[in-house]
């Protein structure tokens, strides 16, 4: 098992940047990537960004292209959501989540199924 805890997210203005950070414990070894998701009222569950363990490969998605960065401290099993620009439809409930599958550990994974492990997510609210 792998435990998750998110840093407390915020109430920022538009325009604010924002880091996440996301303490991972247990299991940590087996773990071949890692994500966030987000998730607004009303809707499912969204892919933000993934992380490789092994070499660090990165993927955002489209959205945060240009304006979001993931980031690991594999020392610390630290992982980070580094947010710039912020907007409105930025707000949302924001995981972190961790998977044990090898097939997520070329180029990560984007998908939510593919996630086993999540953090009780943090609230992110960016005020227009």
């Known amino acids: 098992q792998v435990q998750l805890v998110e840093s407390a997210g915020g109430v920022v203005q538009a325009g604010d940047s924002l880091r996440l950070s996301c303490q991972a414990s247990?299991?940590?070894?087996?773990?071949?990537?890692m994500a966030w998701f987000r998730q607004a009222p009303g809707q499912s569950r969204e892919f933000v960004a993934s992380i490789t363990t092994v070499d660090g490969r990165t993927s955002i998605g489209g959205f945060g292209k240009g304006r979001f960065t993931i980031s690991r401290e594999k020392s610390m099993n630290t992982l980070y959501l580094q947010m710039n620009a912020l907007k409105a439809t930025d707000t949302g409930t924001y995981y972190c989540?961790?998977?044990?599958?090898?097939?997520?550990?070329?180029?990560?994974?984007?998908?939510?199924?593919?996630?086993?492990?999540w953090g009780q997510g943090t609230q992110v609210t960016v005020s227009s």
């Open positions: 989540a961790a998977t044990h599958r090898d097939y997520c550990a070329a180029y990560g994974c984007s998908g939510a199924a593919d996630y086993s492990f």
């Open positions: 247990g299991r940590t070894m087996s773990v071949y990537a």
